[in-house]
């Protein structure tokens, strides 16, 4: 079957691109991982243990494996998995726009 993968930031930089398409022999997104994983050695999506790393995020067709069956989620040709690294956000400054003032403003 033929799978379309996209990467995200430091997944993408340890594949080299944005979007790789290929035949895929596997069954689940599990398996699909398991040979990404051994094939770039800076995609580190694994604990020992064999779970997923806390935070990451992995999309079949747009939703969150999360929400379907986990690792054990099925593959189907044409299918598109996306991959997303944990994300730390926000600057830890409330948005200026909303008050009009700079943060600085605002603790005068």
């Known amino acids: 079957m033929e799978i379309e993968m996209r990467f995200f930031a430091n997944?993408?930089?340890?594949?080299?691109?944005k979007t790789v398409t290929r035949e895929f022999d596997g069954e689940t997104v599990g398996d699909l991982l398991q040979d990404l994983a051994a094939?770039?050695?800076g995609m580190d999506l694994f604990e020992d243990d064999g779970?997923?790393?806390d935070f990451l995020t992995i999309m079949?067709?747009?939703?969150?494996?999360?929400?379907q069956e986990?690792?054990?989620?099925?593959l189907e040709d044409g299918d598109?998995?996306?991959v997303f690294p944990?994300?730390?956000?926000?600057?830890?400054r409330e948005d200026q726009s909303?008050?009009?003032?700079s943060s600085r403003a605002q603790q005068q």
């Open 98 to 101: 909303k008050t009009g003032l």
């Open 60 to 67: 079949k067709g747009g939703k969150d494996i999360a929400h």
């Open 51 to 53: 779970s997923l790393r």
């Open 39 to 41: 094939e770039y050695p």
């Open 11 to 17: 997944f993408r930089d340890a594949v080299g691109q």
């Open 86 to 92: 944990p994300v730390a956000g926000g600057s830890g």
């Open 80 to 82: 598109t998995v996306s």
């Open 70 to 74: 986990g690792l054990d989620t099925p």
